[in-house]
């Protein structure tokens, strides 16, 4: 077992995001960093995923962005 994510429900929408209907849920990583402190820029580790890191109370967080399309297996 290892640990993926931690997901923040809102009620709204924004420009932007991108719909996970199967799993309920919408996405955007630009939209996510606006007016946080990033302290790792957006970077690609590897095909088809987006993460940056941000500082939320001292602790870092990782955001991630998942294209399904170019990765099936994630």
Do not use: C, Y
Not at 20 to 28: A, I, R
Not at 65 to 70: R, T, V
């Amino acid at each position: 077992m290892k640990f993926n994510h931690v997901g923040i429900p809102t009620a709204g929408s924004f420009d932007g995001e991108i719909p996970l209907p199967h799993l309920k849920m919408t996405v955007d990583l630009a939209a996510a960093l606006e007016g946080q402190h990033v302290i790792i820029e957006p970077n690609s580790p590897s095909r088809g995923v987006l993460v940056a890191f941000i500082e939320v109370s001292g602790a870092p967080v990782e955001l991630m962005q998942i294209d399904h399309e170019a990765r099936p297996d994630l």
